[in-house]
């Protein structure tokens, strides 16, 4: 623990980037450090696009290692440097201000109640996460409002011994969204899900919502658990191209789908409610999209859209995402497109494959594009001069 805490230190003196492995959850913080107690730290962060997104309190109990150099890291410090080149809109981040010669864990949850802040809470031997609000706090008890965007019937409310919570996120884009959503999250009434299963029946509802602004979520036959929520943005004779929406309820790229691939067809549920509170949201405060993105393109309904994607992505080297039939997903950029066939050149742990694989158009279930993260890889790979 000594050397855990001398880590830390070492981390705020000196404002290096670190990250915080846990030892009993896989979740990874990446940012720097801010205050250092007697039972834990804070931990300003970044999300994955490189952007300030709040902070964690972790109880020193649960970390397991910081990391002053990978190449991980790495990837962060560009991504940051990118976010500010580029004049990515960027959040406030942590706005807060730690003594850190007081209980950092209180303090965070008594600025959370008094700033009627969302929190993200992880408790001693739950592998649960729990989102809520703090509505009260006495000495040994705090007492948390429980939300949950996927069900709005559960939503009890927990009286917690502050030493059981071992990590709070707070501040983070999407929690302070929740917190701006809180009131009229409270009063939404449940929707039971309304589900579209029969494969005439959704290419009609897909085709019925092309150009709305209605919400809906795919569930894809390959993860049934996931499902990606958007707007319809073009139906062919064999694929369904989605715009869309990320857990901010911001534009998040594109996805073109096999028709045949669909399992479901998701209407109407309690998130994606939540999900079109969010997108008002970010209208209301016009908060318009990362200036590397464009959430206007319209695509030929006449076209096969996986050849017509894959031929341009490797016309310009862009970098895109694919699940095969048999239920891989890569990233990378393809080349030499044919009518039947394809190279792949997929990129794991920030190395290009030179070589590639070559895979049939008629194997390819989905293409994700024209999202941040892509950008983000194609921009470096270039920078680097590996692409």
């Given amino acids: 623990m000594n050397s855990i805490v001398n880590d830390l230190n070492r981390a705020l003196a000196q404002q290096i ?85 007081r209980d950092l864990r209180r303090q965070v949850l008594s600025h959370a109640w008094v700033d009627h802040l969302v929190i993200m809470l992880v408790l001693r031997q739950d592998p649960h996460f729990y989102e809520g609000l703090v509505t009260g706090i006495t000495p040994d008890q705090v007492t948390v409002q429980l939300l949950n965007k996927f069900d709005y019937t559960d939503r009890p409310v927990r009286q917690l011994n502050p030493n059981d919570i071992e990590v709070i996120e707070f501040q983070g884009q999407e929690l302070t969204l929740q917190g701006l959503a809180a009131t009229r999250l409270q009063e939404l009434p449940h929707v039971p899900t309304t589900t ?14 092309v150009g709305s602004d209605r919400l809906v979520a795919l569930v894809a036959n390959h993860d049934q658990n996931l499902f990606f929520v958007g707007r319809v943005n073009t139906v062919t004779a064999n694929a369904v191209i989605l715009s869309l929406v990320d857990m901010t309820g911001q534009f998040g790229g594109y996805t073109v789908m096999r028709l045949s691939e669909l399992h479901a067809v998701i209407l109407k549920s309690d998130y994606l409610q939540t999900m079109r509170l969010f997108t008002l949201l970010n209208r209301s405060q016009q908060q318009p999209i990362q200036p590397v993105l464009n959430d206007e393109r319209l695509f030929d309904a006449t076209d096969d859209q996986f050849s017509a994607r894959l031929t341009q992505a490797a016309a310009f080297h862009t970098i895109v995402r694919i699940k095969l039939h048999d239920g891989e997903s890569e990233v990378g950029y393809p080349e030499q497109v044919g009518p039947e066939r394809f190279i792949f050149h997929g990129i794991e742990d920030g190395q290009l494959d030179q070589v590639g694989q070559v895979y049939r158009l008629a194997d390819v279930d989905e293409i994700v594009f024209g999202y941040l993260d892509a950008y983000l890889t194609e921009h470096q790979l270039k920078v680097e001069g590996d692409l």
């Fill in 196 to 209: 579209l299963s029969g494969p005439d029946q959704m290419t009609a509802t897909l085709q019925a919502l």
């Fill in 17 to 101: 980037l670190v990250n915080v492995y846990q030892t009993n959850q896989e979740v990874v913080y990446t940012g720097y450090v801010t205050a250092v107690g007697q039972d834990g730290l804070i931990l300003a962060t970044y999300d994955d696009y490189g952007l300030p997104d709040g902070a964690v309190f972790l109880a020193l109990a649960v970390v397991d290692e910081v990391e002053f150099s990978s190449d991980d890291l790495d990837n962060m410090a560009f991504r940051i440097q990118t976010a500010e080149d580029q004049h990515f809109i960027q959040a406030d981040g942590l706005t807060m201000h730690f003594d850190a010669q």
